[in-house]
């Protein structure tokens, strides 16, 4: 068991209020916090030990190098790798996979090969294989998942055959949890010749790794998610991969011996280390193994499970609630809980939990493929580490009851509760705000069907899957029909909805003219005195929500298309894309 309330007093940021209540992080999947430990590393690198690494003939240099030689053998016996030869730093598990994709796949994937993925990759694990396949012309293969979101191990023996050269799976899913069986995809891999790489990001930091029994040729995981800082992963290889392998970026640090024509190569894991390494990072990711070797991972691993297993047992509780993947156990860490809620949009129930201090992830987390696997456009995601309390995951499930009370489709406007609302941090004191985005949301305008010759357009924002199509009718310059229809967060309804209400009846000269007025509100720019936006002024304080600007856009920008439309053009349905 964790002493837990005394590793919290090891993260500073855990002391910290967020919108007037302590902080809840449940976003470690993401990334994880920092123990002081960490930053003192960091600290006292650049106060005491900054040089560079690998070059100076003088004291200082060498102490930098020894300590960031010794982070490495820290990070080799970390996952026990054979040697810290095999340990690799670059910048974050993304990076270690594309090194393997250049270094390794240039030289060993060719035309009509075939590289076999999952469908519960994350994009670094995919996006990388798609950019080989286009430069070689192989091939590229998905083993699916069953209903319980576990990897089709019999589909994957199907697949696997004498053109795999490659396998590239995740340890464990970033949304689902799923542990896969990586020795046994190892075995089956190898039978076949082909050559094992494994997204380590997701199990690293949680649970004891030792690469050589798992059998993965290769190994990627990043810094930040294990308690590092940002900007530095690993990758590990396996020392017979190695001759494999060529020099991917070329520069200083890389070579043996350079000359205006040609050049020979360090030894690995140098000859994959060009430039100036990130040396505060890996010095500091040494701190990090240090922490969670203090710690244990046998219990770190056990502290996921009960956390996960509290989570999956108080969330199913939650009216409309609907958990994804496996319970925590053999097949999944507890590491994440991920969850969608009816009738309210992934997006919402992050705003709304922020406004109660509770910081969580909401959208595809990376994997589209899986997303269209479930179905599904978004999610939220709750993540669990070493630091998080079961206070915390009550905190959770009674905010998240809350949220589904609010939206549940009986609800009344006027009986809402302050915190729990569709807007949430949007401007969470500002009950304008609050009563009129979510009145649209519940009740948009706009719906009614439209008669006749339309110009339809289509818009979507795939970073959280919501959708609008609209459908615009115009006589003698002025729009005589206009239906407003999609789904999405309570922002983008009610931004749709508040445009169907302004627009129906204006002409085309007013719309555009709102259109300017609406876009102009979302940059912070004053609005014209006599520009009258009605209900849209409830959206005046998205401007300082980025992210949410696009979702309250979607319906303008999607407008703006539509009327930039040459009449007599086909009226085709169209898909726009507003991300
Ligand atoms: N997943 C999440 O919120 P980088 O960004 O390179 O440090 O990690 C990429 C990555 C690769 N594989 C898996 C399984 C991952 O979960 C991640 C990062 C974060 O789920 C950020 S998208």
Known sequence: MLDVERIRADFPI???TMNGHPLVYLDSAATSQKPR??????????????????????????????????????????????????????????????????????????????????????????????????????????????????????????????????VAVTHVSNVLGTINPIAEIA??????????????????????????????????????????????GVLVVQPDRYDQMDPFLGGGEMIREVTLMSSTYADPPWRFEAGTPNIAGVIALGAAVDYLRGVGMEAIAQHGLVM??????????????????????????????????????????????????????????????????????????????????????????????????????????????????????????????????????????????????????????PLCGDEVTLRLKTEDGRIAGLQVVGHGCSISVASGSMLADRLEGRTLDEARRLLRGVKAMFRGEPLPADLDIGDLAALRGVKDLPVRVKCALLAWTTLEEALDTPPGSPQEPHDHDHS
């Open 308 to 461: 996960g297993a509290q989570a999956r047992a108080l969330l199913s509780a939650v009216p409309g609630l609907t958990l994804l993947g496996p319970p925590p156990g053999p097949f999944a860490t507890g590491g994440v809980a991920t969850f969608t809620i009816d009738n309210v949009h992934p997006h919402d129930i992050a705003a709304a939990l922020d406004a109660k201090g509770i910081a969580v992830r909401a959208g595809h987390h990376c994997c589209q493929p899986l997303m269209a696997r479930l179905g599904l456009p978004a999610t939220t995601r709750a993540s669990f580490y070493l630091y998080n309390t079961e206070a915390e995951v009550e905190q959770l499930a009674s905010a998240l009851s809350e949220v589904a009370r609010t939206y549940s489709p009986s609800k009344s406007v006027a009986s809402m509760t302050p915190d729990g609302v569709a807007a949430g941090s949007a401007a969470p004191d500002d009950e304008f705000f609050r009563e009129v985005v979510l009145d649209h949301y519940l009740h948009p305008a706009g719906r009614e069907p439209v008669d006749g010759p339309v110009v339809e357009w289509h818009g979507k924002n």
């Open 37 to 166: 430990a960490v930053i003192d590393a960091l600290v006292r690198y650049y106060e005491t030990t900054n040089a560079n690494v690998h070059r100076g003939v003088y004291r200082l240099a060498e102490e930098a190098t020894q300590e960031y030689e010794s982070a490495r053998t820290k990070v080799a016996a970390f996952i026990h790798a054979p040697s810290p030869a095999g340990v690799i730093f670059v910048r974050n598990a993304t990076e270690a996979i594309n090194l393997v994709a250049r270094a390794w796949g240039d030289r060993n994937i060719h035309e009509g090969d075939e590289i076999l993925v999952t469908a519960m990759e994350h994009h670094s694990n995919l996006v990388p294989w798609h950019l080989l396949a286009r430069r070689t012309g192989a091939r590229i293969r998905a083993v699916p998942i069953d209903g319980d979101g576990r990897l089709d191990m019999a589909a994957l023996d199907v697949l696997l055959n004498q053109r795999t050269r490659l």
């Open 14 to 16: 855990l002391s910290r």
């Open 187 to 232: 075995r089956r891999t190898h039978a076949v010749g082909a050559a094992l790489l494994v997204d380590g990001a997701q199990s690293v930091p949680h649970m004891p790794i030792d690469v050589t029994s798992l059998g993965a040729d290769f190994l990627a995981f990043s810094g930040h998610k294990m308690l590092g800082p940002t900007g530095v």
